[in-house]
């Protein structure tokens, strides 16, 4: 038996969410191409201390806003009864902070295709 044509034609298209994750390196080597005036070096200090600054803002509880791009915050997860899997009894899992990411308006536009390629910060 065939599939129904919308899921055909879903699966004949190219979906961006099809591609492998990005790691560190990577946006490293990309943006040192990008960049060529920044040594490769700068562009990998520049991003790692990016991120730890990120995390520890975000470790002491602040929340941190990029506009057009989107805000990261802390949500807390209250305490809750989970199932160990292997003997399928109940535990207590204690309550804690998750982050979590709020996208913008202009990159949830450009995910859904609705932004201008060409506004990128070069």
Same mark, same amino acid.
């Given at each position: 038996? %065939?599939?129904? /044509?919308? @899921?055909?034609?879903?699966?004949?298209r190219q979906s961006p969410f099809s591609k492998t994750a990005m790691t560190k390196s990577?946006?490293?080597? /990309?943006? /040192?191409?990008?960049?060529? +005036?920044?040594?490769?070096? $700068?562009?990998?200090l520049a991003v790692k201390s990016v991120l730890e600054q990120m995390s520890h803002s975000?470790?002491?509880? !602040? %929340?941190? !806003?990029?506009?057009?791009?989107?805000?990261?915050?802390? +949500?807390? %997860?209250?305490? %809750?009864?989970?199932?160990?899997? #292997?003997?399928?009894?109940?535990?207590?899992? *204690?309550? #804690? +902070?998750?982050?979590?990411? #709020? *996208?913008?308006? !202009?990159?949830?536009?450009? @995910?859904?295709?609705?932004? $201008?390629?060409?506004? $990128?910060?070069?």
């Amino acid at each position: 038996m %065939r599939a129904p /044509a919308t @899921v055909r034609v879903f699966l004949d298209r190219q979906s961006p969410f099809s591609k492998t994750a990005m790691t560190k390196s990577e946006l490293i080597e /990309a943006l /040192a191409q990008r960049q060529k +005036h920044l040594a490769a070096n $700068d562009v990998e200090l520049a991003v790692k201390s990016v991120l730890e600054q990120m995390s520890h803002s975000l470790s002491t509880g !602040e %929340r941190i !806003e990029i506009r057009g791009f989107g805000s990261f915050s802390l +949500h807390y %997860r209250p305490p %809750r009864m989970g199932r160990n899997p #292997k003997t399928g009894d109940s535990v207590a899992l *204690p309550g #804690k +902070h998750v982050p979590h990411f #709020k *996208p913008g308006k !202009e990159l949830r536009e450009r @995910v859904n295709g609705n932004g $201008d390629a060409s506004s $990128d910060a070069s």
